[in-house]
C-alpha cells in the first residue's frame, strides 16, 4: 500500500475512533443550564419528543390559532460572566459582541420564520392583539478559542475532532446558552417557555472555530430552524435536536 493511501486509511479509522471514543450524542452535548432567571427553569423539565434541555408549554393552548408572531430584541443582560480569554483578548469588546451576537440571533429566527415551507406565521413589525411575541435572552455566550481551533486545524485530516473532543468535555469549547418564552400579545399571559444550551459541533476539519463567533451563530441556526419546527409539529411528532457532530468544515 503506498505511503499516502496508508496515511488516509489511518485518519478515517482515527476519526471514526474519535468519534465513538467521544460517546454518544447525548453525552457530546452539553450539560444543561441551571437558568439566570429570565424564566422559572424550576417549572421547565424535559421533553423527549422535544429539542431543547427544558420546555414548558401551557395546557389546553392551541398554537395553531395563532398566525402571526413578533420576535422581540434578544435581551443580553442575563449573560453570564465573561470568560477568561474574552476579558484577555477582547476586554473592551465583550458587550459589542454580546450585542452582535444577540441581533444575529433576532435576525436569523425572523429569518427561519419567514423560509418555513408550511407558512405557519406572519412574522410581525409591530406587536398585535391575537399574535405570539418570541422574547428570548441570550444567558451564556463563550467564543471559539481560536488558539485551539488552529491546533485542531493544524492536526491530520479527522484527528482535529479529539482535541475538540476534549476542548468539549472539558468546557473548553464555544458555549451558547438561551432561555425564552412565548407570550399571547394581547393577554400578556405566557403559553410556553425553553431553555437550551449548546456546544460548537465536533468536526474533522473546523473553519467556523477559527473565529470567535463562527461556532454560536451554528449553534443559533440550529435554534431557529428547531423553534420553527417545534411550532409546526403536529401531535406525537418528535422534533430531534441538531447532531454534535458535522463533516462540513463551516
Known sequence: ????????????????????????????????????????????????????????????????AYRRIFVAEVDTSHLLAATWWQTTFRPDKVEADARAVAGYMRQHLIDALRADKNKHFSVLDTPEPGS?????????????????????????????????????QTGGAATVSFEARLRDTGTGEIVAMFADRENGKVAPINLNALTWYGEAHDIINDWSAEFVQVMDRKPGQVVKPASPFTLLPW
Open 132 to 168: 405570539l411575541t418570541l422574547e428570548t435572552a441570550l444567558t451564556e455566550l463563550v467564543p471559539s478559542n481560536p488558539v485551539m481551533g488552529a491546533l485542531a486545524l493544524a492536526a491530520p485530516y479527522g484527528s482535529g475532532t479529539a482535541l475538540q473532543a476534549v476542548e468539549t
Open 1 to 64: 500500500m503506498k505511503p499516502s493511501l496508508r496515511l488516509s486509511v489511518a485518519c478515517v479509522v482515527f476519526f471514526t475512533a474519535s468519534l465513538l471514543c467521544v460517546g454518544c450524542q447525548s453525552t457530546m452535548r452539553a450539560k444543561p443550564a441551571e437558568g439566570t432567571g429570565f424564566v422559572p427553569m424550576d417549572q421547565l423539565q424535559a421533553q423527549a419528543d422535544l429539542p431543547f434541555n427544558k420546555v414548558w408549554l401551557k395546557q389546553g393552548v392551541d398554537f395553531e
